[in-house]
Structures are given as C-alpha cells and as structure tokens.
C-alpha cells in the first residue's frame, strides 16, 4: 500500500507539473503580442530591437498577392530558410507543413480569412533538414478601411519540446486512466466528511449503480450498514496513516447488504484507496467446508494486488522517465539517487555519473550555492512538507551555465525529494533583451528632438519627453503637467474640434498641423500625429502622439507669400520704371540727335548754332547722369559697390555742393535760399570716409529737394555724434511727403507719381541708390515730412577722425599748348573715340600714333624710345590695358600712361593705379581735364 500512495503522489505531482509548463508555454508564447506594438509609432524602434532578440519568428504577409513585407532572421533557425527565400518564394510555407497537419493548415486559413478563426492554432512542420518540429503560430489580421483583409501580422514559436512532453503526458494518463477504468476492484477517493470524490466503473458496479456518476458527490455515511463502523475506520486512518483488508457491510442500492474488503490510506484531510465486494467469501467462511477455498481466493487476491502494485510501480517510473521536464529524486544530503533522460540532456552526463555520485551542489553556480543552500534549509526547518520553487543558474558537464525553473517536493513517507527542471535560458535571454529594449527605448525617448506625449482627452498632460517640455517653453516635466491643454494650451483662433472629430472616428491623426501656445504666450507651430487609445469598452481615455516644431516652416512660407506679393508689386514698378526709362532717355536723345542735325544747316549762325552745343552738351550730360543711376542701383543690387576710404574736408564738400546749387539756382531763377550748416571747423572737419560717395548721396539729396522746392529755403550740413557718428542733413519747404510715400519712397523704382502726367521727372532711382550706398558705409538713412510743408532727409555714418593737409597748386595751363617734339601713343581699338582724342590732341604739335590692341601698344613701346606718353585705354582686344600697363612699366618704368576709361567707379580707379597707370580719366572725355592731365605729364 505504500508504493500504492507514492504512486497517487506523483500522479498528483505530474499534474501540477503539466500544469505549470503550460502556463511557462503561454509565457513564452505571450512574447507574440509585442508585434502588435509595432503598429504603434510610439513603441516602434522598441519592437524591431524586441524582433532580433526573440527566438520566434515574427511575420508581416500583405493580401490578396500573400507577399511577405516582413519576416525576422530567425527562419533560418526554426525553419532552415533564410528571411530572402521567403521574400522570393512566398508559397515556400506550404513546403514546411507535415502532411498530417496540411488539411488543418489549409482549414485554418480559409477561416482566418473570414475572420471566423481562432488567434493561435499549432501544428507540425518539416525543416528544410528534413527534421519534424512542432510550432505554434498567432495570427492577426490587419483590416482596411473597407473592413477588407489587408495584411496578416503573426509570430511563430517552436513548441516541440513542449508538444512531446504534453503527448507523452497525455498517453501516460490515459493508460492510467484504462487501468483504473477496467480494474474488477472498486478504486475512490472520499474526504474525511465522506463525500465521495472519485470512484471507478467497479466501484459503481459492487454498489449496484448504473454509473459511477450516480455515487460521485453523494456520501459515503449513508451506504454503511452501520455508521460507527465509519468512525472506527477513520480512528485507524488517523493513527496508521492506512488500513489494509478492513471488512465492512455495506447497504447497496437495491437494498441487499454487501461486505467487502477495504484497503485505504489517509493523506491530508483524503481519503484513497480500494475495496473488494467479498460478501461470498464471508458467507464460505460460515461454511468450514469452503473455508480452505476461500483462504485460496484470498491468497490470489492478494497476489492480484501486489500484481497490480507492481504494475503501478512500473507505471511510476515510466511516468517518471516521460514527464517532458528534468525530474531527479534526491536524498536528505542531496545527492541525485535517479533521474530521467532530460535531466541528462539538461546536464550533459549519462545516468552512471549522476545516480548516486553527484549532489544537487555540483550543478549549482557558483554565485548561486549560498543562496541555494539557504532554501535547503529553510525547506528542512519548516519540516519537508511544503513544495518550493525558485530560479538558479545550472552548471552542465561542459561548465554551460543555463537559467533553470526548479519545483521541489517532498516525498510523503520518507526522506526523499522530488526535483522537476526547466530550461528557461531562452526565456531569461529574452528578458533581459526586453529590459535592454525598454532601456534603448527610454533613451531613445528621452533623446528624441520630436515631442513625445501623452494626455487625456480633457487636456490633462500625463506625460512629456525632454524635447515636448523644451519646445513649450517649460524648464521640468512637472512644471509643464500642471497645464491643462483644453483650457489655455492651444492658439485662440485654433480650433480642436477637427483633431478630435477625426480621432473618434478613425483612431489616428496623421500629420495634422496645429497650433500651442509656449509658456510665454507665443504660438508654437507644429505637426502632429496621435493615436487614440481605449478602454475595454471603447471609450477613449487617453492620446499618444508625437509632434514636430514648424514654426519656422510657417513663419517662412508667410515670408515667402509677403515675398510673392512684394515681387508682384516689383514686377509693376519695374513696368512703370522702365516706360519711365524709355521716357527719360528718350527726351535727351531726341534733343541731341535734333539739335546736332541742325547744326549741319549752313543758314543757321553761329549765335545760335554756339545755343545748340550747349544744349547738347547739358542733355548730353543728363543722359550719362540717367546712365550712372542705372549702373550704380545694378551694383547694389549685385553687391559690388566698393567703398574706397580717403582723407577729406567735410567743410570743403558742403562747399563744393553748395557752388554747385548756387549756379544752378541763377540759371533757373528759383527763389530758393541755400543754408549750410558746418558741425566742426575748417581745420577739425577732416574724416577717413568715401567722399565720392558721400558726395554721391548728398547730391541724389539736395537734387529731390530742389527739384520739389519751388520757393523758400534748402538747408544741408551735417552733426557729429559724440565723435561717433557724423549726421548728414539736407531740409526744404517743397511739397512734403504722404505717410505712404514715406514708407515707399526709398523702395527702387519709387517716385511720387508714376503717371505720365506728372510735373517732376526723373529716374525714381536716386533715393535707392542713396539707401544702398548709406547701408555700405555702415550707416542709416531716414526722413521727416509733411506734405506742403517740406521734407528732411537724414543719414548716418560711423565718424572715423582725419588729417589735416594743404592743397598744392594744380599747374596753370597756357592758353595756347605747344608740344612740338612730343609724341602721344594713344591705345584705342575703337575708330570714333580714336578721332576724337586725336583731334583734341593735333591744335599742340604733338605727333599722335595709334596702337588698335594692349599687345600692339606693347610692341609700339618696345620699338619707339621716341613716346613720351601713353593714353591707354583699359577695354581693348588680345591683351587688356591693365596687363599691358604692366608689360610696359617693366621695361619703361618712367614712360607715364595715363588710363581712360568708361567704367567710372572709384575702385576702377585704385584698379589702373595697382597695375601701374600714372593718372585716370573716365569717359566720356572732357577736353579741358584731359589736356591739363596730359600737359601735367608730357612736362
């Protein structure tokens, strides 16, 4: 009867073990869900980390074509196909199903595809080795937004190990189970109440029931012919722990009394055991006569019995043997008396060198031997008779260290304990891979330069990464989670209800531009996306989003509209400016080329023909004028503008200025008076600047003022700053200014009217080139007016101190020039300016020789020692007039050249000084300078 108990425990172990894998197979197996996540952008670097650590293979498959948009490495492992033989070969999965399993394979398809499926199915597959293995596979089909199947999402996981041990498991309790079923004698199990818990078909039979079902849950009190005899039995039970061979009458269902005998034993508050109907052999012993047969018939009964003792013995350790874990029984001291075949995988030794020679410390780790010993301990102090579990690292015969799941029981009635093992290193593998996964991911979370949050949908602000709080404009996460976004967080003019209409209804938000509100009350422009997440009952409880800052993007497209429109309007003032031009250039061109037609009339005298020089000369002189303004506002425009700084008398430009205006003023009779106004003294008055182009801007300055001025006065000077800054000013009582022409009146193209009617012309470019030129001297330029009463003009400009210096005398010029003896080279590619030099030059008795390229006038030097001066031109053909300066100068240092040119511009000038040119005039030539110039050199 004792190995009949251990027999009952370890069944009952068995179960608790197989229920246990079970529940370890669904752990492992929950690592499916995490491919879920993935859809999640939130989680999404988490499940491609998770995707490489796991050992199941995880899938995405697109419908209708069932092409793989997704599949893991770990094919190459579970099925011995690469993720790319996948790729190229979708059907490849029909290879893999074992043909018992293909029809269920097919079936289970078919059905998912409906929807009508389960989420998980298992069956067997062939390895591309050829090796059977069983798998589990989780399904998941992704919809689109017509309810259609769109995609499969899906993990598959190697339950082989798993499904054998469940099979053998399975078999094992159902021979068991056949055992039990067609034994002759009545097996049950009562507790100590007598509620009847188990019974067998000859259990059932003995009491003359149709089923054992019938017995089940009713009591046993009631079927005892005399109910102290039940209490005797408990007595014995209580004290020995079983009873053997114990008669008792018994009232069957019909009524009729059968004795039989009782072998139980007493295991916590059950009852187990079995019994005999041995009512015929009581009523033999009555009869001497039968009392040798029946000794007999007992004697074979309790052979039968130790028979099927033995038989339950084998099944023992065949159910030992077969369990599907690494079970061993141990002894007080722990040293291993058997163990089955999976411990010896599990460890790495054969059964000779674990049973009875190795202790459990042996395959213990060493860093985990004094925590294991610790549990040892407590187990025997609480006296052996409570089950124990816990994890330790296990050392295998080749020194592997393996994560192992351990169950340890106590075997009732004796000393010995029964140890049931797991590998769970895999298990521990993607643990540990998933808390490194978390990490990257908090630390991805945390780095990120996107905002990452998450609210509820009343506002409320459950969480915010590093880059969410920065770009709203709080210091801390929990400075930030007391503001509620509902109430104060987005622009006014922003509204939410779009956001939230179409999370309702679709669940994600994709790309939807918004606009916060940062702490300091700016407007934060972004674009968001989010996903609604919901309870069990659908309802919404929070937002997950991410979102990215465009304010910049925006505040950029509105520049570019302002830009747009600014460029239209450009367009229109460049329309009016070039009619304007065509008429300012027009008007002077038609009065020089009429008035030098008139002069070839012989009738006309030279009075009047001395009238029409003059006014060829002064709309000559207004074209070039127009001619500058366009060049000076395109090198503005293109950056070119040099400033070239020199030495110069404040005092002497307001001067020079004022002559200018004075004489313009008598030849147009205005009554306009013209005030100076000097900030420094004569000698004080010198600054390091760019007179020309100062001299430039007050020019453009006090021509607007005279031009709008037709009576009063016109004031112009200047104001030092602290010695910082020199304020330039010209003033006048014309016309004044509207509050939009002052905003508008240094814009290029600007005039006060743009009509064809209007009474002032001009080229509209003076004011731009000014503010152009103002802003290369580092300076600002504004106004003051009123209109009918007259503008002021301001600009400023860094003051930097000058020197002091005494004008030398220029040469006086004779009235009448004789350079007899003297020859000119002049270079010259084109004929007419060539004419004109030359017959400025033939009144003095120079010889005039000509060179058409910079190589001729290279060579022409060269050969004629006699040349005492060179007028070269800077724009000629083959070589240009600056490198052919320079060719000249090394071998005729002495020989002056004197440069002429039509690029007017100050670093033209400090150009032709650099490559060696004694002196420069631009075109087009002035007789007078240009004869001075010469007469300077020539002598």
């Known amino acids: 009867m004792a190995s009949k108990r251990k027999y009952e425990d370890i069944l009952r172990e068995n179960e608790e073990l197989r229920k246990r894998i079970q529940e370890l197979e669904n752990d492992l197996s929950g690592t499916g869900n995490l491919y879920s996540l993935n859809e999640d952008p939130y989680y999404k670097e988490r499940f491609y980390t998770i995707t490489e650590s796991v050992k199941d293979v995880i899938y995405k498959m697109s419908l209708p074509d069932g092409k793989y948009e997704y599949i893991s490495p770990q094919t190459k492992e579970l099925f011995g196909y690469s993720p790319a033989e996948f790729y190229s070969t979708p059907s490849l999965v029909r290879r893999l199903v074992h043909p018992d399993s293909f029809a269920y394979f097919k079936k289970h398809w078919k059905k998912l595809l409906t929807g009508n499926a389960p989420d998980y199915y298992e069956l067997q597959i062939i390895k591309k080795t050829g090796e059977t293995r069983w798998v589990q596979q989780k399904n998941l089909i992704i919809r689109d937004e017509n309810n259609e199947p769109a995609s499969i999402e899906g993990v598959v996981s190697d339950i082989t190990e798993l499904k054998e041990a469940e099979i053998a498991l399975q078999k094992s309790e159902e021979s068991y189970r ?8 009545g097996i049950f199990k009562t507790n100590i109440k007598g509620d009847i818990l188990f019974v067998n078909d000859a259990a059932a039979n003995i009491f003359n029931f149709k089923s054992r079902e019938e017995l089940i849950g009713s009591s046993v009190l009631k079927h005892y012919l005399d109910s102290s005899k039940r209490e005797g039995v408990i007595k014995l039970l209580k004290k020995n722990k079983s009873i053997n061979n114990y008669n008792i ?157 351990i169950k340890v029981g106590f075997l009732p009635g004796s000393k010995q304990w029964i140890a049931s093992l797991i590998d769970i290193t895999r298990r521990k593998q993607t643990e540990e891979a998933l808390i490194q996964s978390e990490e990257r991911f908090r630390s991805l979370y945390e780095s990120a330069t996107i905002g990452i949050y998450r609210t509820t949908p009343d506002g409320h602000i459950l969480m915010a990464n590093k880059a969410a709080v920065r770009m709203l404009g709080y210091k801390t996460y929990n400075e930030l989670a007391k503001r509620n976004l509902e109430k104060d967080g987005f622009e006014p003019s922003y509204s939410r209800n779009d956001f939230r209409k179409r999370i309702e209804k679709e669940g994600t938000v994709i790309g939807l531009e918004s606009a916060w509100l940062r702490k300091d009350g700016s407007v934060l422009h972004i674009r968001e996306s989010a996903r609604a997440i919901r309870d069990t009952n659908g309802k919404i409880i929070y937002y997950d989003g991410t979102f990215e800052d465009i304010t910049d993007s925006k505040n950029y497209e509105r520049q570019l509209k302002l830009a747009k429109e600014k460029a239209e309007e450009s367009d229109k003032l460049k329309s009016a400016f070039l009619a304007n031009m065509s008429h300012e250039i027009r008007t002077p061109m038609n009065a020089i080329l009429g008035f030098a037609n008139l002069l070839k009339s012989k009738k006309i005298s030279k009075k009047r023909k001395d009238i029409f020089i003059d006014i060829i000369n002064a709309k000559s002189k207004q074209l070039l004028q127009i001619i500058s303004d366009i060049i000076d506002i395109s090198k503005i425009e293109a950056d070119q503008i040099t400033i070239v700084n020199k030495n110069f008398s404040l005092n002497e430009l307001i001067d020079h200025l004022a002559l200018y205006f004075k004489t313009l003023k008598k030849q147009d009779n205005k009554p306009i008076n013209i005030n100076l106004h000097y ?98 001297l580092k300076g600002t330029i504004w106004l003051e007016s009123e209109i009918n009463k007259g503008s002021a003009f301001y600009f400023k400009i860094p003051y930097i101190s000058g020197i002091a210096t005494k004008k030398s005398k220029k040469p006086e010029v004779k009235s009448k020039l004789n350079w007899k003896g003297k020859t000119i080279l002049v270079a010259e590619d084109e004929d007419s300016n060539f004419n004109l030099v030359d017959t400025i030059i033939k009144p003095t008795n120079a010889v005039v020789i000509r060179a058409k390229d910079g190589k001729e006038a290279i060579n022409l030097c060269k050969k004629n020692s006699k040349i005492d001066l060179v007028l070269m031109d800077i724009k000629l053909p083959e070589v240009n007039g600056l490198e052919a300066t320079k060719q000249i100068k090394k071998f005729r240092k002495t020989l002056p050249i004197i440069a002429q040119t039509a690029y007017a511009m100050s670093v033209d000038e400090d150009e032709c000084i650099k490559a060696g040119c004694d002196a420069y005039i631009c075109k087009p030539v002035k007789i007078d300078p240009l004869l001075k110039l010469i007469h300077h050199y020539i002598n």
């Open 679 to 776: 900030g420094l003294p004569l000698a004080k008055s010198y600054v390091h600047s760019d007179n020309v182009r100062i001299e430039q801007i007050l020019t453009n300055l006090l021509s607007n003022a005279y031009k709008f001025t037709d009576e009063g006065s016109i004031d112009i000077g200047y104001e030092i700053e602290d010695f910082k800054n020199i304020i330039f000013f010209v003033k006048d009582t014309g016309i004044g200014l509207t509050e939009f022409e002052q905003n508008v009146i240094f814009d290029r193209f600007r005039q006060v009217s743009t009509s064809f009617n209007r009474s002032y012309s001009g080229t509209g470019l003076g004011l731009s080139i000014s503010k152009g030129l103002v802003e290369k």
């Open 249 to 405: 009458d018994f009232r069957v269902k019909t009524g009729e009394t059968v004795v039989v005998s009782l072998s139980a034993v007493l295991d916590g508050d059950e009852i187990s055991g079995m019994f005999m109907d041995i009512t015929e052999k009581v009523k033999g012993e009555k009869l001497l006569i039968e009392l040798n047969e029946k000794l007999r018939n007992i004697n074979d009964r309790i052979h039968f019995i130790n028979e099927e003792l033995k038989e339950s013995h084998n099944k023992y350790f065949s159910l030992f043997n077969n369990t599907g874990t690494a079970t061993c029984l141990l002894d007080g001291p722990g040293t291993i008396l058997l163990c089955n075949s999976k411990f010896e995988e599990l460890s790495g030794f054969i059964k000779k060198e674990i049973e009875g020679k190795l202790k459990w410390i042996d395959l213990t780790a060493e860093e985990d031997i004094e925590r294991v010993q610790n549990i040892r301990n407590q187990r025997i102090k609480g006296k052996g008779t409570s089950d124990v579990e816990y994890e330790f690292k296990f050392v295998d015969k080749n020194n592997n260290k393996k994560d192992v799941y």
């Open 178 to 185: 056949k055992l039990i079923d067609n034994s002759p004698i």
